[in-house]
T-cell receptor, first 109, second 114 residues
Framework: GQNIDQPTEMTATEGAIVQINCTYQTSGFNGLFWYQQHAGEAPTFLSYNVLDGLEEKGRFSSFLSRSKGYSYLLLKELQMKDSASYLCAVMDSNYQLIWGAGTKLIIKP | DAMVIQNPRYQVTQFGKPVTLSCSQTLNHNVMYWYQQKSSQAPKLLFHYYDKDFNNEADTPDNFQSRRPNTSFCFLDIRSPGLGDAAMYLC?????????????FGPGTRLTVL
C-alpha cells in the first residue's frame, strides 16, 4: 500500500527553527508537495520538490531525498502565524496525490 | 483576483436529506477536484474532472455524485447524508494532473448532519 508518515504534532518557540519530517512509500514518484493549513481553512501551497536537494523560499525551505523516501520542511524565524498543520503529499506514478495526515505545529511565545 | 469559491461555507442538513455543495473557479483550470477532510485527517479524494472527463475514486461511496456543467463550475451532491458524512468538503483546481502543477483550494464547506 501507499503510505505517508509525518509526526502528529510538534511544538516550537517563536523566533526558533523547526524541521517537520515526512517519509513516504508510494508506487512511483512524480514530486512531493508541502501545504500549510490553518485550522478550519483550506490548504495553501508552500513548495514542490521533484529533484533531490534543498529548495529555499524565504523563511521556508524544503528538502528531498528520493533514495531515502524522505523530505523535510524547515521553518526559520518562527512567527505565531505559523501555527498551523503542515501536510506532505506525494504524486505517485499515476499522478495521484497521496496525502499525509499533517503535522500540527504549535508555536509558543 | 483569480480564485476558487465554495458555497455555502457552512451547511447543516438532516440525516437522509439530499444536499448540494457548489464550487466555482476563475482560474480557467482544466482539473477540478472534490476532497472530504475529517478532523486531523488527510484530505480524501472523492473524484476529479479533467475538463468534462469524470474520474471516480474506487472507494468513493455511491451516495456521492458530482456534476461539472462547464469549466467554471462543479457540484457535489450527497444523495442521502449519514452522520459519517459530516466533514469539511474541499474543492480544488489545477491546470493539469501531471507534474508539478499545484492544487489551488477553495475555503471549504463544513457539513453538519443532524
Amino acid at each position: 500500500g501507499q503510505n505517508i508518515d509525518q509526526p502528529t504534532e510538534m511544538t516550537a518557540t517563536e523566533g526558533a527553527i523547526v524541521q517537520i519530517n515526512c517519509t513516504y512509500q508510494t508506487s512511483g514518484f512524480n514530486g512531493l508537495f508541502w501545504y500549510q493549513q490553518h485550522a478550519g481553512e483550506a490548504p495553501t501551497f508552500l513548495s514542490y520538490n521533484v529533484l533531490d536537494g534543498l529548495e529555499e523560499k524565504g523563511r521556508f525551505s524544503s528538502f528531498l531525498s528520493r533514495s531515502k523516501g524522505y523530505s523535510y520542511l524547515l521553518l526559520k524565524e518562527l512567527q505565531m502565524k505559523d501555527s498551523a498543520s503542515y501536510l506532505c503529499a506525494v504524486m505517485d506514478s499515476n499522478y495521484q496525490l497521496i496525502w499525509g495526515a499533517g503535522t500540527k505545529l504549535i508555536i509558543k511565545p | 483576483d483569480a480564485m476558487v469559491i465554495q458555497n455555502p461555507r457552512y451547511q447543516v442538513t438532516q440525516f437522509g436529506k439530499p444536499v448540494t455543495l457548489s464550487c466555482s473557479q476563475t482560474l480557467n483550470h482544466n482539473v477540478m477536484y472534490w476532497y472530504q477532510q475529517k478532523s486531523s485527517q488527510a484530505p480524501k479524494l472523492l473524484f476529479h474532472y479533467y475538463d468534462k472527463d469524470f474520474n471516480n475514486e474506487a472507494d468513493t461511496p455511491d451516495n456521492f455524485q458530482s456534476r461539472r456543467p462547464n469549466t467554471s463550475f462543479c457540484f457535489l451532491d450527497i444523495r442521502s447524508p449519514g452522520l459519517g458524512d459530516a466533514a469539511m468538503y474541499l474543492c480544488a483546481t489545477s491546470r493539469e494532473t501531471t507534474g508539478g502543477d499545484e492544487q489551488f483550494f477553495g475555503p471549504g464547506t463544513r457539513l453538519t448532519v443532524l
